[in-house]
Nanobody, 124 residues
């Protein structure tokens, strides 16, 4: 059974950093498409970053240069390092997995598995 568990969220001041973790169980994350999404209060969920089965990463323009996706294959954990955080980065962050293959991008409906989310709050 596929399970995703995020952690690492918290409250930081603008300009600070956090690293989110997504512990993956049930399959090796590196073989499939993984995504990070976020949803701010009152707003639609948006894609933040993806990592495909070849290890290629993509980022939303609003986080490009500040966020980095990486992973630990031995521990089966996906990370999202977030630097230079801004108040507008405040949201619930979710890890998601698409184990069916094919397109790997910011289309949330292709991801069949989701974690419970971890809250990130950035204050000015």
């Amino acid at each position: 059974q596929v399970q995703l568990v995020e952690s690492g969220g918290g409250s930081v001041l603008a300009g600070g950093s956090l690293r989110l973790s997504c512990v993956v169980s049930g399959y090796p994350y590196s073989r499939y498409c993984m995504g990070w999404f976020r949803q701010a209060a009152g707003k639609e969920r948006e894609g933040v970053a993806t990592r495909n089965s070849e290890g290629l990463t993509t980022y939303a323009d609003v986080v490009k240069g500040r966020f980095t996706v990486s992973g630990d294959n031995t521990k089966n954990i996906l990370y999202l390092a977030m630097n230079s955080l801004k108040p507008e980065d405040t949201a619930m962050y979710y890890c998601a997995a698409n184990i069916r293959g094919g397109y790997c991008g910011f289309l949330s409906r292709i991801f069949g598995y989701w974690g419970q989310g971890t809250q990130v709050t950035v204050s000015s």
